[in-house]
């Protein structure tokens, strides 16, 4: 028997020891030195007037929260879009969708200066509606501008558009401080309200993906052959959008924009697992929630005792991951 079939089950059952692990790991290692016993003594037997407690208790375990919540979701809207579009160059930070909701964040902070983290996370939603719309209209309008290569640049080019526009608004209106910090990847300043705000929206994306797992991986293979089969494609589209809107817009609320995770993961995981998508999301899931993690770990060791943002640590293993896959695929379909 072929071994890789087992895979998926392997990963799934590693998935709560390797998550444990790296919550361990996000919680120990950072500016201040924390053993594994005061992490202990923090979550069973918090004292409020212990600081070690309270840097645990209110920064570093919602970070470790927050960072993984974060990598699953990428991951996984990558994984749909990959999926329902065929192009194995699609990802959230790649298609606009990311400086969508960061130029609706930007103009939340300027319209609201009062709003909420869940009126923040609505208007998150609604620009990753706006940048997908923009980049996947002009893309079908222009000739072959649905090819993978061509709508990877034109997503490039509409996400340098957004996110140049909505600093420009922050310089305008005296905000971009408050604007670079959310956006360059603010893990440590994460907070437990906002995680937990979080986890609902983003539960509901993992399940509405998970409901159309079958259907997106009939989808995968041509829109022809899926309608042949009976798929209803509109529907499957709509729910795939609605899923990556609600994952990576829950993503980018906490955090600004965080590229590559939803273009490596998923590539990695249908290379271990096969392209079936009953494992190939929820799989995303848990190693685009690893990878993170771990990315975030280096971060704070790249130059120390100074973090780097983790975003700088994705890009250096998602810039050469992109430019392999444009070179060895070309302008091919997702395969």
């Known amino acids: 028997m072929h071994v890789k079939r087992y895979f998926p089950y392997m990963i799934l059952l590693a998935a709560p020891a390797l998550i444990l692990l790296m919550a361990a790991l ?153 604007i670079g910090f959310w956006y360059h990847a603010r893990l440590h300043q994460l907070q437990p309200e906002q995680v937990g705000l979080a986890i609902p929206f983003v539960v509901v994306g993992m399940l509405a993906a998970l409901r159309i797992a079958r259907s997106v991986t009939v989808l995968s293979l041509g829109e022809e052959v899926a309608v042949s089969l009976g798929q209803r494609t509109t529907v499957v589209k709509v729910l795939a959008a609605a899923a990556v809107m609600l994952l990576t817009g829950s993503a980018v609320a906490l955090a600004g924009k965080i590229a590559f995770v939803g273009l490596i993961i998923p590539h990695i995981v249908r290379f271990l697992v096969g392209a079936d998508y009953k494992w190939v999301i929820p799989c995303s899931g848990v190693l685009g929630a690893i990878f993170l993690a771990l990315s975030d770990i280096v971060s704070r060791f790249l130059n120390y005792p100074f973090e780097t943002p983790v975003g700088v640590i994705t890009s250096l293993i998602g810039v050469p991951f992109f430019l392999y896959l444009a070179r060895k695929k070309g302008g091919n379909k997702y395969a």
């Open 26 to 178: 996000s919680i120990l290692y950072g500016a201040k030195e924390i053993n594994v016993m005061t992490i202990q003594n923090a979550i069973f037997q918090f004292d409020p007037t212990n600081v070690d407690h309270q840097i645990i208790m209110s920064s570093r375990l919602p970070r470790a929260m927050g960072t993984m919540l974060i990598g699953c979701a990428l991951a996984v809207s990558g994984a749909l879009m990959q999926g329902i579009t065929r192009n194995y160059l699609a990802s959230p930070g790649i298609m606009g969708i990311s400086d969508g909701s960061i130029l609706a964040v930007t103009l939340s902070m300027i319209l609201l200066p009062e709003a909420s983290d869940l009126q923040r996370i609505i208007f998150s939603f609604a620009g990753s509606a706006l940048g997908a719309g923009i980049v996947f209209g002009l893309g079908s309008i222009l000739p072959n501008g649905l090819s993978p290569v061509r709508l990877a640049i034109l997503g490039t080019i509409i996400g340098t558009f957004l996110s140049s526009f909505a600093s420009a608004l922050a310089i305008y209106f005296q905000i971009s401080q408050d």
